[in-house]
């Protein structure tokens, strides 16, 4: 079980969430742009500025490697192994 983050985002780190989360979502082929996916990825963005990153670029890069723990495939990596 994870711990709650308790965490309060600036107007401005609002607005460059949104827009990572945007940026990664047209990174996607269309037909994995759902709404699940974007939640995935919202969860890892928040997740990760809650821990104080504020790098697009980073932020973006832990979203769309979010996406890769919940692949087809990811259940044959051990977790020891998994990076984002």
Known sequence: MNPTI???FSPDLI?????VLDD???ALP???RTSAIKA???CSILTA???GEGNPDVLRTLALG???DRSHYS???SPERWVI
């Not at 607005?15 to 827009?19: G, Q, T």
């Open 49 to 51: 500025a809650a821990k």
């Open 40 to 42: 995935e990825m919202a």
């Open 24 to 26: 990664a979502t047209a």
């Open 6 to 8: 308790e965490a309060v």
């Open 66 to 68: 979010s996406l890769v």
């Open 30 to 32: 269309e037909a994995k």
């Open 75 to 77: 259940h044959d990596i």
């Open 15 to 19: 607005e460059r969430m949104k827009a």
